[in-house]
């Protein structure tokens, strides 16, 4: 192996090992991975992307999670499952989801050459997320994105929710647990341990109406499964009290 195909496989080391411990790693512990010295580590940083990687105040070296670092293949029907999904998201959906269209444009891109007419088709249905039909709402983006850092961090959220039924704002620490669309309602919902009661709770994302993200750690229990949880669900409205038969008159 050359000098530099060497020097381009430790980079790409880095980057997985950046993304396998967002909580960063020193100089030394990168070091001591690759097996190599610190000094040789120090020459590699400037030739990582300055965009996603950086030194905190503590000097460990982290990952921006929000940086384009991620690497997928797909087969051509794997592909099409992805542009079905979001075309799904796009017909069910009332809310702008700039990730969304962001996410195909790029699927259309890498397949222009081994598939144009789908590419073609692909960055047509990137457009419909952003048409001005869309409702443009800035809050609930946010709100996603954040719950989105505090879920993938697994790093509780303060969460101020706005309750439907009393009409008052809430505020409550969030252990995101998962993340469901909801179809019928045009809605997307969190679900996960709410602080207080500390019970599980299912919330609208689109009535948050802020998050901030806090360093407090916390672990979703390894019995937790989200199709048990959603099972005897009316939509995605659920509950902990046993199942009851009701009679409905139409």
Not at 83 to 110: C, F, I, Q, V
Not at 113 to 134: G, T, Y
Not at 220 to 237: K, S
Request: net charge negative; with cysteine; aromatic share 8%.
């Amino acid at each position: 192996m050359s000098r530099a195909d060497n020097k381009s496989t430790r980079l790409i080391q880095i980057q997985e090992m950046l993304m396998a411990h967002p909580e960063g790693l020193t100089e030394a512990d990168i070091a001591r991975r690759l097996q190599v010295n610190r000094s040789t580590v120090n020459r590699y940083l400037p030739d990582l992307p300055s965009h996603a990687i950086y030194i905190d105040e503590n000097h460990r070296w982290r990952i921006d999670p929000g940086s384009d670092l991620v690497t997928v293949h797909l087969t051509l029907h794997e592909a099409l499952a992805v542009h079905l999904a979001a075309r799904l998201l796009a017909t069910r959906m009332d809310r702008h989801n700039p990730h969304a269209a962001s996410a195909l444009r790029k699927l259309g891109t890498a397949m222009e050459k081994w598939a144009p007419l789908i590419s073609r088709h692909i960055q047509q249905s990137a457009d419909v997320l952003d048409e001005p039909a869309q409702r443009h709402d800035p809050t609930f983006i946010q709100s996603l994105e954040r719950l989105t850092q505090a879920w993938a961090a697994q790093h509780k959220a303060r969460v101020w929710h706005h309750s439907e039924r009393t009409g008052r704002v809430s505020e409550t620490l969030f252990s995101p647990y998962f993340i469901e669309p909801y179809a019928i309602g045009m809605t997307t919902m969190l679900i996960g341990l709410c602080e207080p009661p500390g019970e599980l709770r299912t919330y609208k994302i689109e009535r948050i109406q802020r998050v901030e993200l806090t360093q407090e750690a916390y672990t979703i229990p390894p019995d937790f499964d989200p199709r048990e949880q959603l099972a005897n669900a009316w939509g995605i409205w659920y509950t902990q009290d046993e199942p009851v038969e009701v009679t409905l008159r139409f």
